[in-house]
């Protein structure tokens, strides 16, 4: 998750730009649309915090009852 990933994710345009993803031993990432700047975040248990990320992301498209799974995010970093 370093520079040459960095530079692979923002060579992508349009539809060929990830918005969010997990490397599942170093950690997640995900891109602010309004910036369209990426955010790394580098965790113990990636794909945990991963999946918070996610649901949280589609508690705001209406696809995922709403529940503060921030809240729940928080012991990762314990």
């Known amino acids: 998750m370093g520079a040459?990933?960095?530079?692979?994710?923002?060579?992508g345009i349009d539809?060929?730009?990830l918005d969010i993803g997990c490397?599942?031993?170093h950690g997640?990432?995900?891109?602010?649309?309004?910036?369209?700047i990426?955010?790394?975040e580098h965790e113990n248990k990636a794909a945990t915090a991963f999946l918070f990320?996610?649901?949280s992301r589609l508690q705001f498209s209406g696809t995922v009852p709403m529940i503060d799974i921030e809240?729940?995010?928080?012991w990762l970093v314990k």
Do not use: C
């Open 4 to 11: 040459p990933f960095a530079s692979a994710l923002n060579a």
């Open 15 to 17: 539809d060929r730009q």
């Open 23 to 25: 490397v599942a031993s």
């Open 28 to 36: 997640h990432f995900f891109r602010d649309a309004a910036t369209a």
């Open 38 to 40: 990426y955010s790394f």
């Open 53 to 55: 990320k996610l649901i």
């Open 71 to 74: 809240a729940y995010a928080k």
